[in-house]
């Protein structure tokens, strides 16, 4: 009996622990799930941009976090979640022409058009409501926003005093990032967004993309401090705030690995929505194809409507020479359309690309595309249009499951010919499958890191040890201008006291020698 009871004793024992760790386990998991309260600031207009940002909040909410966005593509309120409508002169900006889209804005038009993206949303009566309203104590725990090129994108994360994450829709633009993290990758292996390779892997390249990033920054910078000075705006008072994280919209398979700072965090993929069945007439298109489909898009931004007639012509020609069926995004009625192809305004990329009979994407080089091609294993032919896509093409391209073509430029032989090269050559399947497998593996789904450091920023009040110290530093002292300046003013001056100790040796001793000569004659 003796045992029996001190057996029920240490059992009951247990069994009392066992309740105050689940009470504490509870308890704990109560303070972690009170919910985050985000104030969301979309800046930019594009279609694409607001999907990253939307996949971002998505996150959020369903983990149980309450959201209010400013967006220009509202589409309406759900649990936990509100939208106020910026629309109205940031969606006009949205869309480009084809000729449009090949135009590169100069960095100093880039830095305008930024201020005046960020005028339209902080110039909205329900945003200026906002931050008269909501000082502390605050309504909102952390910020969200989309950088610009100009500073002014976080400036409801200074004026409201509250951490700041920023969100890229796409691989970060190396000689922006300073502004982010206060650090600029070298320009001898991080491309420029503009350039027109992956990796500068040559002396040319290194040459062009050091000149590039050096003008680049430079203007940007004079573009800043001049309208700064000429055009006021209340955001530029409070000054830059340093984001606590920067979630990127990006992977290793399209944006080559280089130094990145510890707040930044690649989250290429959360776009990705759950797979659906496809429409009945496009899976009957797809299905019934014996020789398999192309799937042809120039993204959300570009129109492919709005090409010069003699580009739509060689694209018809060239594709009614193929076995495949063709599936296009088209804006507009297609005349003198091939019977192989279907055209359609909008197209459940995803849900297509994902279909085994999809054997090729022809697209602009949007990430977001990208990325639905290298998960389904599709390789790419690749038209790219506007700034940066040329860079996340020719990624593509070194990883052997790509081709690119410049628009413009191309006939429908040069077309038809690198159409069936794709289709033909096995090697860009095989690395298409290599390059899926390589970006599903990775420690957490993007979803998953989007919530954990999001909660990790605000657990640890901001986080600030997860910021570099360089964006304190004025530019010429991260660039060492200051050391190099008094190494070298250091060095002239040991040379000049060298110099003149060697002159004064020299004349001593010639004096004395010539003395000496006199003497002896």
């Known amino acids: 009996m003796r045992c029996d009871r001190n057996a029920l004793t240490a059992g ?60 220009p593509h509202p589409d309406g309120g759900r649990a936990n979640y509100t939208e106020v409508d910026v629309s109205k002169g940031l969606w006009q900006t949205a869309d480009a022409t084809v000729t449009a889209a090949r135009r590169q804005r100069g960095a100093a038009a880039s830095v305008a058009a930024s201020r005046h993206q960020c005028d339209l949303v902080y110039g909205h009566y329900r945003m200026r409501e906002l931050l008269r309203r909501a000082r502390p104590p605050n309504r909102f725990d952390l910020v969200i926003a989309e950088p610009l090129m100009s500073d002014c994108a976080g400036h409801a994360a200074a004026e409201l005093r509250l951490p700041l994450i920023y969100v890229t829709a796409s691989p970060v633009i190396a000689y922006a990032e300073r502004a982010y993290t206060g650090h600029t990758p070298g320009p001898a292996s991080v491309s420029h967004a503009a350039a027109s390779h992956a990796v500068p892997n040559t002396f040319s390249r290194r040459l062009a993309n050091a000149v590039q990033w050096a003008a680049t920054v430079v203007s940007v910078t004079c573009a800043e401090v001049a309208f700064r000075h000429t055009e006021p705006r209340a955001y530029d008072s409070l000054g830059p705030v340093a984001p606590s994280l920067v979630f990127v919209n990006g992977h290793l398979v399209v944006d080559p690995a280089r130094p990145v700072a510890t707040n930044v965090v690649n989250v290429g993929g959360i776009h990705f929505k759950t797979t659906k069945r496809l429409p009945k007439d496009i899976l009957e298109f797809i299905e019934q194809s014996p020789d398999g489909v192309i799937y042809f898009t120039l993204g959300s931004t570009v129109k492919i409507s709005t090409a010069p007639e003699r580009i739509k012509k060689s694209i018809m020609e060239a594709l009614s020479q193929l076995p495949q069926r ?15 192809v279907m055209t359609k305004i909008r197209l459940p990329q995803r849900d297509i690309l994902l279909h085994p009979k999809v054997k090729l994407f022809v697209s602009d080089g949007g990430v977001d595309g990208l990325y639905e091609a290298i998960d389904a294993g599709v390789p790419v032919l690749g038209f790219p249009l506007l700034l940066g896509q040329t860079r996340n093409i020719e990624s593509l391209v070194s990883a052997g499951m790509a081709i690119s073509m410049d628009l413009i430029s191309m006939s429908n032989d040069t077309l038809l010919k690198s159409i069936l090269n794709l289709l033909n050559d096995q090697n860009y399947t095989n690395n298409a499958r290599l390059a899926s497998k390589i970006f599903k593996d990775r420690p957490m789904s993007p979803t998953q890191s989007v919530v954990y450091w999001t909660e990790y920023v605000l657990r640890h009040k901001g986080a600030p040890h997860l910021k570099s110290s360089a964006p304190n530093l004025m530019w010429y002292q991260y660039y060492l201008l200051d050391i190099i300046s008094v190494v070298l003013t250091l060095g002239f001056v040991i040379l000049f006291v060298a110099y003149k100790g060697l002159k004064s040796f020299y004349n001593y001793y010639y004096n004395y020698s010539r003395d000496l000569k006199s003497k002896s004659q």
């Open 326 to 340: 063709v599936l296009m995004k088209y804006e507009d009625k297609l005349r003198c359309k091939p019977k192989n």
């Open 12 to 71: 009951g024992g247990r069994a009392v622990v066992a309740a105050a760790l689940l009470s504490s386990v509870v308890l704990f998991a109560r303070a972690e799930r009170v919910p985050i309260r985000v104030l969301a600031v979309q800046t930019i207009g594009a279609r694409g941009h607001w999907d990253f940002m939307s996949s971002v909040l998505r996150a959020l909410v369903d983990r149980g976090h309450v959201v209010t966005a400013y967006t």
